[in-house]
């Protein structure tokens, strides 16, 4: 049953009179529906119109730095890496032995071997790296105090894209500190894997959808003339757009089996579903799309860890990388690599690596940077940054820097403060 609530006495800031939601049947997107969500949305405005895009790959549990992207071959054999190493196209450059296609690429890669922070839990690290600050509570169950950088975006770009109507933040799987904290529902990540999408396909017949749509004209068209502010027109245009989102193109940036055969089959199942998934949604106007694929957490025979994770996203990147260089996306698409921590450098005596704070995996690619190099460089047992430490921070900035964002962004939070959103980090200087 159609629902226009129109509370008494409510107002915008400036005095206007408007209505306050509207609801339509099961078009709900997450128990809101989409025009309510939007209305609820649109004081953000429409400024901040990059076009460039972020794709986050968190692999979660805290990847070895070692046996990824700093393989150590010249250490002793409990520190060096277990897997081996690859020789890559520049010279001079190893990774980790289970990522031979990724080698290949090394051109397209820039390798942060200096990754660092102080907090050695999933929680606190985790919330850290996906924030830029430290939160010691969260590895003690506490919900994130600071909102995450996906979340960020979609505050200052506006939470849906002004075309396609998708959503400016989507995610595939959580990650902690992915939310908007007190920034607000609005501004969280949109659930591609649950229940956000379903709400995407259409659940009615089309003569009643048509239906409802033309008593919502009647409606409208009657009341124009009470609200003569231009508030009305927005709103309009709102539910306009809910409409055109199910009835339209927008749910097809969701469906993979448009893409060809073959490059489905050379991104692979799983991981490479969700990165040639995150690339549609790229295309289609999505700022920052979070895919956590996790199992990282190896304090035991990390090699047979690293020989069954290493190869899919070996496959699975390489992939992604050919795509956006084939469809001329490279620069307009960053992608993040990177986890909550790394791993001791010393193997344990259950052939595995324990939490490890110090060092971090991370690796970028794309997105305008400078690609083709290594970033800092590690102590000679990959225990701590020799040079160049990179902070969550600075990588934060480095984020924003790609996206367009200022870097003295401030955020309004829940007592009414501004407060920066990166206190003291800076874009990556070798990477700019």
């Not at 076009?51 to 520190?79: C, Q």
């Not at 490279?330 to 690599?337: A, E, K, P, Y």
């Not at 924003?400 to 870097?407: A, K, M």
């Amino acid at each position: 049953m159609l629902h226009i609530d129109l509370p008494r006495g409510l107002s915008a800031c400036d005095g206007v009179s408007r209505r306050e939601f509207l609801r339509i049947g099961s078009l709900g997107l997450t128990g809101v529906t989409l025009p309510g969500l939007w209305r609820a949305r649109a004081a953000v405005g429409e400024s901040a119109k990059a076009d460039r895009s972020v794709v986050w790959l968190w692999l979660g549990g805290g990847a070895s730095h070692i046996e990824t992207f700093d393989p150590k071959m010249s250490a002793p054999s409990e520190y060096r890496s277990v897997v081996g190493a690859v020789r890559t196209r520049i010279p001079g450059i190893q990774l980790g032995g289970v990522f031979p296609l990724l080698a290949e690429r090394m051109d397209r890669l820039a390798i942060v071997r200096s990754f660092t922070h102080r907090n050695s839990g999933h929680g606190g690290g985790t919330h850290w790296v996906m924030t830029g600050y430290d939160f010691p509570a969260a590895d003690n169950g506490a919900a994130p105090n600071k909102p995450g950088i996906g979340a960020i975006v979609a505050k200052h770009r506006g939470p849906n894209h002004p075309r396609s109507g998708l959503p400016t933040y989507v995610r595939m799987n959580s990650i902690l500190g992915d939310g908007a904290a007190w920034l607000g529902p609005s501004f969280a990540p949109f659930d591609a894997g649950g229940r956000a999408k379903q709400n995407l396909e259409l659940r009615m017949g089309l003569k009643r959808l048509d239906d409802r749509r033309a008593l919502l004209s009647q409606l409208d068209r009657a009341n124009r003339e009470v609200d003569r502010s231009g508030v009305m027109s927005g709103l309009d245009e709102l539910g306009v757009r809910a409409f055109d989102l199910v009835l339209g193109r927008a749910k097809e940036a969701f469906d993979l089996n448009r893409e060809p055969l073959r490059l489905r089959e050379n991104y692979g199942k799983g991981l490479g579903e969700q990165l040639l998934l995150a690339r549609r949604l790229c295309e289609w106007g999505v700022g920052f799309v979070t895919i956590h694929f996790g199992g990282w957490d190896m304090h035991g025979d990390i090699a047979r860890g690293m020989n069954s994770l290493g190869p899919r996203v070996d496959r699975a990147v390489s992939a992604f990388l050919d795509d956006v260089r084939d469809r001329g996306l490279s620069d307009r698409i960053l992608l993040v690599i990177t986890g909550e921590f790394g791993r001791t450098p010393r193997v344990n005596g259950s052939s595995g690596r324990d939490h490890w704070a110090s060092l971090s995996t991370l690796a970028l690619a794309g997105g305008g940077l400078q690609m083709g190099q290594v970033v800092g460089e590690s102590s000679a047992r990959a225990e701590i940054p020799k040079s160049s430490p990179v902070t969550p921070q600075d990588l934060m900035a480095t984020v924003f820097r790609v996206l367009g964002l200022p870097l003295d962004l401030q955020l309004r939070d829940p007592v009414g403060r501004n407060v920066p959103a990166i206190a003291d980090g800076r874009p990556i200087p070798e990477l700019i």
